[in-house]
């Protein structure tokens, strides 16, 4: 990464394509986002109960000019009033990954202006940024997704402290494997979610993994165990599907939040983020906005729709670094596997 002022004003076109939701976004400095797009490959991998990496990155080839396109219009602009090219440079998979990066760089280098890849967590992270009543740091910040369950403790952008991370299934692919288990259809965890909210609490009780010793790492693999023989044991029983999707739900939640509140202890934050596609969970959400009226702290959310993978949370944070002279060379290159302690504070 070069650290430079050649970044021309203008807007940064944002571009998404870590897994499997093809998304594209312009965001503006000082008019904010200006427009943002998203396709979901969801239907295409449902048959197979989950991401086929190859279907992923082909269809990826097939929507993202497309895409572009629409966003662009939608902003009122073409390429040429653009003023930078961001997009998610890792983590994710691998071919996926390449599409976007292959497709900014050569936009780039055609219009003669910066490109910058983007941490995927990162754009997580400051996705609640678009919102009117931005939270500014120091923060703790809980990354909450199908890949990832992390505390992170920020003090600017690039400045960050892995508090807690987990061991084996993070929150969210826990969901989507326990709603498998159960035989609810593709992506799990909205459904086991939804299905969960007719289930009766307190009929089943299931771990709160790693909260009865110190720390902040997590472990959800457990759960997946106990839930098949809970659900195994009930089969004839019509009600004890969602009494059991209750329960699992009930101890991700609390989990989560005995997490949260220990890591702003440890660390003296009043301000908390939460970011992720598990972001999006009724339950958490509302459950953490009680916890901060009670307990006197500040939870922020980003939009459902920037919960999950969007091009709006790369533009952004791509522009924040161009902004700060930060860009990359012409290498066409992605990192699969990316410390999201190991960015450049900007």
Known sequence: MQNDQIAKPGPVLGIETSCDETGVAVYDAGRGLLAHTLYSQIKMHAD???????????????????????TLRAAGMTTRDLGGVAY?????????????????RSLAWALEVPAIGVHHMEGHLLAPLLEPDPPQPPFVALLVSGGHSMLIEVSGIGRYRLLGDTLDDAAGEAFDKTAKLMGLAYPGGPALAKLAESGTPGRFKFSRPMTDRPGLDF??????????????????????KADVARAFEDA???????KCRRALQQTGARRLVIAGGVGANKKLRAQLAEAAQRENFRVYFPRLEFCTDNGAMIALA???????????DSAIRVTPRWDLQDLVAV
Request: charged content about 15%; some cysteine; glycine content about 12%.
């Open 48 to 70: 197979y109960g989950g991401v086929v990496p190859e279907l992923a990155s082909r269809d990826h080839v097939r929507k993202l000019l497309p895409l572009i396109r629409e």
């Open 219 to 240: 472990s959800f693999s457990g759960l997946k165990t106990q839930v098949l023989l809970a659900y195994q044991a009930h089969a004839d029983d019509p009600t004890a």
């Open 88 to 104: 998610t440079s890792g983590p994710g998979l691998v071919g996926a990954l390449l599409v976007g990066a292959a497709c900014a």
């Open 252 to 258: 991700i939640v609390d989990t989560l939040l005995i």
């Open 318 to 328: 791509g522009a924040l670094r161009l902004q700060a002279g930060l860009h990359d």
